[in-house]
């Protein structure tokens, strides 16, 4: 098992940068398919980003296709979520999370999840 804690959000205008971090917990670090998802206010949890175990691998949803940049460093058990070119449909609620499973099939539901990081994106 994992746990996982975000952080890295907070406000900022349409146009600047963020960059979300998760760290995790246990020895296994490198043995998970790491993720970021988004529940924006009054809709579903959608996918945003995933990276595979070895972080060789990237999958990104199309709506954040050139502006976000996943990775992963293994020696420091986190990931991070490079967020640019931000916004305001990007405001969400941001969660860091963790499947054994191969990215692509991990990325469409994760057994560990955090608990979020609030993304405010004003116009």
């Known amino acids: 098992q994992v746990q996982l804690v975000e952080s890295g959000g907070g406000l900022v205008q349409a146009g600047g940068s963020l960059r979300l971090s998760c760290a995790a917990s246990g020895r296994t670090f490198s043995s998970y398919v790491m993720g970021w998802f988004r529940q924006a206010p009054g809709k579903e949890r959608e996918f945003v980003a995933a990276?595979?175990?070895?972080?060789?691998?990237?999958y990104y949803a199309d709506s954040v296709k050139g502006r976000f940049t996943i990775s992963r460093d293994n020696a420091k058990n986190t990931v991070y979520l490079q967020m640019n070119s931000l916004k305001p449909e990007d405001t969400a609620v941001y969660y860091c999370?963790?499947?054994?499973?191969?990215?692509?099939?991990?990325?469409?539901?994760?057994?560990?999840w955090g608990k979020g990081t609030l993304v405010t994106v004003s116009s």
């Open positions: 990276i595979s175990c070895s972080g060789g691998r990237t």
């Open positions: 999370a963790a499947d054994t499973r191969p990215l692509m099939v991990a990325y469409n539901g994760m057994d560990y």
